[in-house]
Nanobody
Framework: QVRLVESGGGLVQPGGSLRLSCAAS????????MRWYRQAPGKQRDLVAAMPTGGFPDYAESVKGRFTISRDDAKNAVYLQMTSLKPEDTAVYYC???????????????WGQGTQVTVSS
């Protein structure tokens, strides 16, 4: 059973920083593109950042220059460093990864449970 578990959310003041972490566990053969999405109340889930295996990161325009995605393949983990946070960054942040599990050996899409980020004074 493959799982993604996020951590690092919380309440922060405007202009502050947070670092989100997401770790994959279970019977994993390989991990491919890893992504962060976010969903604000009453809105659709939007892509925030993506990091392909051995490739270059990609960001939503709204977070370019403020957020940095990185990954540690030895730990099966992806991170999102968020700086200069704004109230409009408030959302539930979800980790997503394309993973080939050892059982089945197909490319499957996995999601974490989400972590709340609230930017407020």
């Amino acid at each position: 059973q493959v799982r993604l578990v996020e951590s690092g959310g919380g309440l922060v003041q405007p202009g502050g920083s947070l670092r989100l972490s997401c770790a994959a566990s279970g019977s994993i053969y390989s991990i491919h593109t890893m992504r962060w999405y976010r969903q604000a109340p009453g809105k659709q889930r939007d892509l925030v950042a993506a990091m392909p295996t051995g490739g270059f990161p990609d960001y939503a325009e709204s977070v370019k220059g403020r957020f940095t995605i990185s990954r540690d393949d030895a730990k099966n983990a992806v991170y999102l460093q968020m700086t200069s946070l704004k109230p409009e960054d408030t959302a539930v942040y979800y980790c997503n990864a394309v993973i080939v599990p050892r059982t089945g050996m197909t490319f499957d899409d996995y999601w974490g449970q989400g972590t709340q980020v609230t930017v407020s004074s």
